[in-house]
């Protein structure tokens, strides 16, 4: 056999190949190899560099269905939320250092740290807690978005069904995400009920998971938005405690841009 025969050979046999790894849905690891076989350059590489393109190529392909499951799954009011130039704006007046720190790593929610970020109407406090929350699912980890208001109307819903099978499967949920977002706290009543659902939220999740909650109203006020002082002490007590704090009071992003 001579050197075009064993060429048109070894084409064969990685043709056969990449037939079977579609079969064994590897198929970005099939698309990679049938690039490489069509590769007039690919010589160039060496065995390693192209067996470590092919596996990479499966990798990614694996890594970036995953994190669009976790981006769909978390309901983000921005989706597409990117950290950007516009943090380091001085009149948005914001601790661009915690920020980073917040972003560059995982061992705060790896420990369940919360995180609590207040500020006014209009200055970037949901944008940013969902381009925190991308950065995180990058990192595989798991989050869920949601309004204050929403989610105690959600579980009031399905406490109302008296389905113990729901209830268990949102509390569950609640309890184990890695991230829960709690947005516009502070505009919805905290009567005695919402108090009590809020405080087996957050009681499931104490030192375990992270929370992090974004309201309007001061860190200093929230005590006053409870009807009941009991609920009151046990939830703030459950969420300050040892919570990392950002301040948005800057410029209105909505008016500048």
């Not at 037939?19 to 099939?30: T, V």
């Not at 579980?155 to 991230?179: C, G, H, P």
């Not at 992270?210 to 109203?217: A, E, G, L, M, R």
């Amino acid at each position: 056999m001579n050197k075009q025969e064993k060429m048109t050979e070894e084409k064969e046999n990685l043709t056969k190949l990449c037939f079977i790894l579609k079969r064994m849905h590897l198929s970005s690891m099939a698309s990679e190899l049938e690039a490489q076989l069509n590769d007039p350059n690919v010589d160039l590489l060496s065995f390693s560099e192209r067996f470590n393109k092919i596996v990479m190529a499966e990798w990614n392909a694996r890594q970036l269905k995953k994190f669009k499951r976790l981006v769909k799954h978390a309901e983000l009011k921005y989706p597409g939320a990117y950290f950007d130039e516009s943090l380091y704006d001085a009149r948005r007046q914001l601790d661009t250092t915690t920020i980073e720190r917040l972003n560059n790593s995982t061992d705060w929610i790896d420990q369940g740290r919360n995180l609590l970020v207040t500020g006014l109407c209009g200055s970037g406090k949901t944008y940013y807690v969902n381009a925190l929350a991308i950065s995180a699912m990058h990192k595989n980890k798991t989050v869920r978005y949601t309004r204050a208001s929403l989610l105690m109307n959600e579980i009031k819903r399905i406490e109302q069904l008296n389905d113990a099978d729901a209830t268990y499967k949102e509390f569950i949920e609640l309890s184990t995400v890695d991230i829960l977002i709690i947005d516009d706290f502070g505009l919805m009543p905290l009567d005695f009920d919402t108090c009590r659902r809020l405080f087996e939220i957050l009681d499931s999740r104490e030192a375990r998971k992270t929370t992090i909650v974004v309201s309007q109203v001061p860190v200093k006020g929230w005590y006053e938005l409870f009807q009941n002082d009991t609920y009151a002490d046990a939830c703030l007590d459950r969420l300050i405690a040892n919570a990392f704090r950002l301040e948005f009071n800057g410029i209105d992003m909505r008016k500048s841009s």
